[in-house]
């Protein structure tokens, strides 16, 4: 048991030593729109997709072609671009024309139906984005996770999971820790339009090239 759990955690820490940056990249841009618990359920959702991807393939009931997941990289590349755009858009305009523009959101978001409301609180854009780029960059981890659980029995299985979701907690603690620390906090919030943007870009880029699907 104990070496299940020390194994557990050495992979987790290997495979996902560069998503405390991504999750620190994602509370740097914690606002009205994007809140921390999108962040944090995004995250968790992502990673136990990956998970259950990785426990299907390691007893051969995979649904999903694992050599072609690399192709996810292009979701990370896409949110870059719209994070640029979304940029651009605003720089544009004046203080005021943006607080108008919120309050009119706002009266929007008040038209729609309790039951939509509650439905967005739990499944939003934002928390899926999120996600998304959680699997994307966690797609290289297939490669470790499928070998190490087809050793392993129900119980070692089952313990992993649960080291796995621990340590998931405690990256998303890092991650907002990180950003928040006042060299990182301040270049994020100054060169934000144009890191974030190039950020996410290198992620997608490095995901196609490193899963091979390029090649």
Request: hydrophobic share 50%; with cysteine.
């Amino acid at each position: 048991m104990v070496t299940t759990i020390i194994t557990s955690i050495v992979s987790f820490i290997g495979t996902n030593i560069d998503d405390t940056f991504v999750l620190a990249v994602w509370f740097s841009q914690v606002d009205t729109v994007l809140r921390k618990r999108d962040i944090v359920w995004g995250q968790f959702v992502g990673f136990e997709i990956l998970v259950l991807v990785s426990v299907f393939a390691a007893y051969g009931l995979s649904f999903l072609p694992t050599d072609k997941v690399g192709w996810l990289g292009v979701i990370p590349i896409i949110l870059g671009v719209k994070k640029w755009l979304e940029y651009r858009h605003h720089s544009g305009k004046s203080d005021d024309a943006e607080e108008a523009e919120i309050q009119a959101e706002i009266k929007q978001t008040k038209k729609i139906s309790p039951r939509a409301t509650a439905l967005s609180k739990l499944i939003n854009p934002q928390m899926v984005s999120v996600g998304l780029v959680t699997i994307s960059n966690g797609a290289g981890n297939l490669t470790v996770y499928i070998p190490l659980f087809t050793e392993y029995t129900i119980f070692e299985l089952v313990m992993t999971v649960i080291v796995f979701t621990i340590m998931t907690g405690v990256w998303c603690y890092l991650g907002y820790k990180i950003a928040n620390l006042p060299i990182i906090k301040d270049k994020l919030d100054h060169y934000k339009s144009m890191m974030i943007p190039i950020i996410f870009i290198a992620i997608g880029i490095y995901v196609l090239v490193e899963s091979g699907v390029m090649g």
